[in-house]
């Protein structure tokens, strides 16, 4: 078992893709900062990670992506002069996100692959077992995701990968894990394969983006050699992992969007528009008007 201590404080969240799958809006605002609704995918990930307990927040970033580390920051310009206009309920909008968590950003030089996305993180990681959420994900659930998988790394003291149950046709966009199943939700893994083809997947339970892991994890990744597409992938270094320590996946509560794809961020932007009271009667409104064709 491992020695160190087994309190889940920081998060890592990759965030230095060029984002091309999002072009052209990606050009020249990083595509962290699109907004479900009004709130910046980036907020709705470090708002999971602080609903987890996290409190520093490590950002692998990238050349232009400033935008996200003003968008953590206080910006008294605005939020004083919304003081001023008595605007004060957006001026307390404004200071919350600055308040949110200790935001620490490390630059990723060279696009190398998530794995060695996460192997940045190292310095600031430390000894610590530490969360990784992935941006392009967003998982609307009662207890955040994140939530879940740190509860089970504090009862397990275990590493444990977020799963979702897939089609077969669709192994093919994740790392998929393989394993036995301890429970109806868990599984103790022993094989992991990165987007593999549906018949050499080991299971149809597939990683959208939420891990807690243990620091060995990045020997592991010192150790990964480059995989699918050329890159150090993180589920790669997952496999090394389950050689060394034990790994779970835990089929989580609550429902994924892949915000990363068009249609999967209409569906997220609809449902969580669909969720404000404020909004929820327009955007009926004009759902109806669309689908009638008028
Ligand atoms: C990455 C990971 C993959 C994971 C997926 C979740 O792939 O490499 O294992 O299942 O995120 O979104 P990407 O979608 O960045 O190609």
Same mark, same amino acid.
């Given at each position: 078992m491992a020695t160190h201590s087994s309190k889940i404080r920081k998060a890592v969240i990759p965030a230095? $893709?060029? $984002?091309t799958r999002f072009l052209p809006a990606t050009k020249a605002v990083p =595509?962290? /900062?699109? @907004?479900i609704v009004d709130v910046p995918m980036i907020q709705h990930i470090v708002e999971e990670a602080v609903r987890a307990g996290i409190e520093d927040v490590i950002l692998i970033t990238a050349r232009h992506k400033e935008a996200i580390e003003n968008h953590f920051d206080y910006n008294y310009e605005l939020e004083d002069t919304l003081d001023k206009k008595h605007k004060q309920e957006l001026a307390d909008v404004s200071r919350a996100i600055g308040k949110m968590c200790n935001l620490i950003s490390i630059r990723q =030089?060279? @696009? /190398? $692959?998530l794995g060695h996305a996460v192997l940045c993180a190292e310095p600031v990681v430390g000894n610590e077992p530490f969360a990784v959420l992935l941006g392009d994900d967003l998982i609307d659930s009662r207890v955040p995701c994140t939530r879940q998988l740190v509860e089970i790394y504090e009862r397990e003291h275990a590493s444990v990968v977020g799963v979702m149950e897939v089609p077969k046709d669709e192994v093919s966009k994740y790392g998929i894990v393989g394993g036995k199943m301890l429970? @109806?939700?868990t599984m103790h893994v022993d094989r992991l394969v990165e987007k593999p083809a549906p018949k050499d997947a080991p299971s149809r339970f597939a990683i959208p983006g939420r891990y807690v892991l243990s620091p060995a994890i990045f020997q592991c990744l010192k150790e990964t050699r480059p995989g699918k597409g050329g890159e150090i992938q993180l589920t790669d270094g997952l496999q090394l992992l389950a050689e060394r320590e034990k790994l779970l996946a835990y089929q989580f509560e609550g429902t994924r969007y892949d915000t990363g794809d068009r249609l999967g961020f209409i569906d997220a932007t609809l449902a969580f528009a669909l969720r404000r009271p404020e909004l929820a009667e327009g955007v009926r409104q004009i759902m109806t008007k669309h689908l009638s064709g008028k």
């Open positions: 230095a $893709g060029l $984002g =595509k962290e /900062m699109i @907004p =030089k060279n @696009p /190398m $692959g429970d @109806p939700r």
